[in-house]
Antibody, heavy 119, light 110 residues
Framework: QVQLVDSGGGVVQPGGSLRLSCAAS????????MHWVRQAPGKGLEWVAY????????WYADSVKGRFSISRDNSKSTLYLQVNSLRVEDTAVYYC????????????WGQGSLVTVSS | QSALTQPASVSGSPGQSITISCTGTNSDVGSYNLVSWYQQHPGKAPKLIIYEVTKRPSGVSNRFSGSKSDNTASLTISGLQAEDESDYYC??????????FGGGTKLAVL
């Protein structure tokens, strides 16, 4: 069965960095585009970034462009999100999500990894 | 890119039908048949219930249905059940290669 396991979250000071990871299993990882979606405490969902199955295209929300970087290692079936220059407003649960058959929907989600930006 | 507009809350009684609207613009909902809907219970990851406006993933109840007219998409839940009480989010692919979510709707089953 498809499984996505998010990790790497934690507490970081403003301006700091983290690398989030998402370990995938149960499907051919190299076949699918992948996303990061975040949710601030008590708030709604916000799409963050997308990477094509082969890593050839990467798209970002304006709110994170230039600070966050999405990448993947298909040999390890792992998705990454490097988050730099963190701001208080980046505090959120970060979910990785699998693209659904190139329909631009998110059919499987990780359990989420909490990033708290606080001084 | 602004968020899609959803009502903050809706409610219904068991057995009834409810509809949640999702209003965007001609840069997102109106331009693509790429609207999806997600159900999220408290403390849990979202679950895909509708994709490409009207399609249901395998295993999702046929009580959930989707539609779209111009810049507004809609999710209808028929035969409401207590387990449907949850938060619901719409999402659309948009021009400039991004995805935009709605603000979410809290469904209460009274």
């Amino acid at each position: 069965q498809v499984q996505l396991v998010d990790s790497g979250g934690g507490v970081v000071q403003p301006g700091g960095s983290l690398r989030l990871s998402c370990a995938a299993s149960g499907f051919i990882f190299s076949t699918y585009g992948m996303h990061w979606v975040r949710q601030a405490p008590g708030k709604g969902l916000e799409w963050v970034a997308y990477i094509r199955n082969d890593g050839s295209d990467k798209w970002y929300a304006d709110s994170v462009k230039g600070r966050f970087s999405i990448s993947r290692d298909n040999s390890k079936s792992t998705l990454y999100l490097q988050v730099n220059s963190l701001r208080v407003e980046d505090t959120a649960v970060y979910y990785c999500a699998k693209d659904h058959l190139d329909t631009w929907a998110f059919d499987y989600w990780g359990q989420g990894s909490l990033v708290t930006v606080s001084s | 890119q602004s968020a899609l507009t959803q009502p903050a809350s809706v409610s219904g009684s068991p057995g009834q039908s409810i509809t949640i609207s999702c209003t965007g613009t001609n840069s997102d909902v109106g331009s693509y048949n790429l609207v999806s809907w997600y159900q999220q219970h408290p403390g849990k990851a979202p679950k895909l219930i509708i994709y490409e406006v009207t399609k249901r993933p395998s295993g999702v109840s046929n009580r959930f249905s989707g539609s779209k007219s111009d810049n507004t998409a809609s999710l209808t839940i028929s035969g409401l059940q207590a387990e449907d009480e949850s938060d619901y989010y719409c999402c659309s692919f948009a021009t400039t290669d991004i995805w935009v979510f709605g603000g979410g709707t809290k469904l209460a089953v009274l």
